[in-house]
């Protein structure tokens, strides 16, 4: 099931001119700095995010469940009320959604990198040195628009060393191994057919491959592709359908794009900047009732372990903060997809503080935005996909369920 | 399902060198005494736990579910992360593993008290007056081994009064009711079939019955048997296969130990006191990865009423704590398997606080480990059977759900 009580939320869900804003700051949670006994958001200088703590309700949210590290897709399911283990997107559609390719039923994506092997073919560089996105957009050209036994091979460039490659043919199956080995030192994977039904799908991705191999040859250090993550697109009901919203995705980066797309928001165009992002929620305000918009540099800053860019990007988000209550939307919620804790380098299984303020939130005594504080709100410590409902019911747009 | 999630845990687990201890103080959560306000747990003096829960994070667990009292099965099945509604194990089989018996697939296994009957058939001590090891052993052997309508009996004593006995023989069914009436002044039961396939069962139960009567006669006060819990073995995903950990048990009480074994562990040999069971923690640490030690006298002490000897027993396990802190595991959890408060005399319904620590736990403001303090504790209020996710996960032995 893609969507517990998916159901009943359309049941009680209306259609209302509220306004509900839902700001994802990417990887928010953290673990505290071992000098100062404060995480990221409790360093951070956050005059405004605190000031809407008080007047709001918060609490502690788990994406996937307890101890579990999530992905960024199943983070921002969750985030949009999906159940996060019940619909699982893959790599590859991720990567095709997010650069607006149109797929059709049926395609199989999967994501590729180019990488460099060495005279034994074995792989030296996962990621080609990082290719620029114009070597990329080339490279693509060259393996786009061939057919190999009937199945149409769509190649289209991501950023850096990324593309998307699709497959287009007749009952193919997604359900086939990765080639992409995940280390170097060795030679790239055969790809494998992990049901009977898959056997035509890994023997064209791996002609596919053996072409590639050719046409790269001489493009050292982009002289070889790795594919992962050979996936079809799901099947989600949209916002649109579950809630009656018309939602709009503020998102630069394609995944989140992408994601957004496969929940039927309209994702708007934008700069990567937050002012960039502000400047796109403003322009598109009046034509939306629902707006996610994502700021990706807090989970960036905690992957490369840099505390302090985190508490900079958080203090930056601060700031941004009053531009969002200018507009005076009926809900704003302030949370992350998952924790990135510097100190960890990475996505983890910390739970995430979230704030929700209306006009009707029933505030709690919390008086700070922070995992401590959070602790104690009056949300309590609750599942990532409870938030949706929280903020629909909170912008009014939910009736009486029963008689 | 025996274990939510089954799958998902099974997805991200990975191998690591790591290690995690969990501690259980079998009925740990009391209830006040009414003279001082305070549990047993509040009144034990606990520097260590207290220091623990300082740099550590605690909560509370439900072990089945809010106002459910676990027995000692459900109990540590929660705690070990299988479902405790979903896996129901029979008191029987407890019995049978808990001495290292080797059940084959099909056997059927009750647990088995001797007791005294008087002249006219009726119970006046279900426990025989609880008679010595050796008594029981050499009784046992009088029963044992005895073919009836070709279902071979395997009589095995387990310690005082309780024995084993495993039916042995084609299509069994263990859906037969219990002889024990769990009262005295009354007359044991027969043995009934819950259902037609249980016909044989019942049939081949109460024979045995009546011929260890005659067999028992001249052996007062030992001159009847008590039959309940007929059961045959779950078949449970070993902790292994779901979390690929080398786990280990330290736990004297058969039923702990046998409990371990169903989910995989290997049970070793061990003194009965903490002091025997701390050497057996060293003594094996290099050769596991996680440890499950078990302290039973909380919850015997509980049983007993004797709120004073459950303090005793928690501050002998405090005193023991820097001993295991010594050894540097990853993660130590330390909890109970439910609340035995002194003043109920009994297992009760309550939840039970938990105290978590690894380098990555983050710390939450509880600064002592007490039923009180942890209602504030950063883990929140949550499922026991959460915990292995979380004590995996701070061991840094889960890998990310989703791209």
């Known amino acids: ?12 869900s209306r259609h209302s001119p509220s306004k509900i804003v839902l700001v994802v700051l990417d990887g928010l949670g953290g673990l505290p700095d071992p000098a100062t006994g404060k995480t990221e958001l409790e360093t951070a200088r956050t005059p405004n995010l605190d000031r809407l703590a008080a007047y709001g309700i918060c609490g ?6 307890p101890g579990i590290t999530p992905g960024s897709a199943p983070g921002h399911l969750a985030l949009f009320g999906y159940d996060p283990v019940g619909c699982i997107i893959g790599r590859g559609i991720l990567e095709a959604v997010g650069i607006d390719f149109d797929l059709k039923p049926g395609d199989i994506a999967a994501r590729g990198n180019f990488c460099t092997t060495d005279k034994d073919g074995l792989v030296t560089d996962r990621r080609a040195g990082r290719i620029s996105n114009e070597q990329c957009a080339e490279l693509c050209r060259l393996l786009d628009g061939q057919v190999i036994d009937n199945v149409k091979l769509l190649v289209c460039p991501v950023r850096e060393h990324r593309f998307a490659v699709v497959f287009r043919g007749d009952s193919l199956s997604p359900d086939a ?3 992409d080995p995940q280390q170097t030192g060795v030679a790239p994977k055969e790809v494998t057919a992990l049901n009977s039904q898959a056997d035509n799908m ?3 991705a791996n002609k596919f491959i053996a072409m590639a191999k050719d ?12 594919l992962r993550g050979f996936s079809q697109a799901p099947q989600l009901p949209t916002m649109g359908e579950v809630y009656k919203l018309k939602p709009a995705a503020i998102a630069s980066y394609p995944m989140y794009r992408g994601l957004a797309k496969l929940v039927g928001m309209d994702v708007l165009k934008t700069g990567a900047s937050i002012e960039e992002e502000l400047a796109t929620l403003k322009a598109s ?5 629902f707006f996610f918009l994502h700021i990706k540099g807090t989970d960036s800053a905690g992957e490369d372990g840099n505390f302090q860019r985190k508490v900079l990007t958080i203090e930056q988000a601060d700031r941004a903060l009053p531009q969002i209550q200018g507009l005076e939307p009926d809900v704003i919620v302030i949370t992350g997809d998952h924790s990135t804790p510097a100190l960890l380098k990475g ?13 009707w939130c029933r505030s709690d005594p919390v008086r700070q935005f922070s995992e401590s504080a959070c602790i104690s709100g009056g949300l309590g410590h609750i599942p990532a996909k409870q938030i949706m409902p929280l903020a629909m019911a909170n912008a009014l747009k939910l009736t009486k369920f029963g008689a």
Chains 1, 2 share one sequence.
């Not at 046409?215 to 790795?226: K, R």
């Not at 983890?348 to 979230?354: I, L, N, Q, Y």
């Open 60 to 65: 502690l949210i788990d994406i996937v469940g």
């Open 177 to 179: 191994s990765d080639s």
């Open 202 to 204: 890994a023997a064209t």
């Open 1 to 12: 099931m893609v969507m517990d009580n998916f159901n009943l939320m359309k049941a009680v």
């Open 347 to 359: 996505h983890s299984w910390h739970p995430v503080p979230v704030l929700l303020y209306s006009k």
């Open 215 to 226: 046409i790269l040859a001489e493009h050292h250090p982009a002289n070889m592709v790795l």
């Open 285 to 289: 305000y009046a034509n939306h009732d």
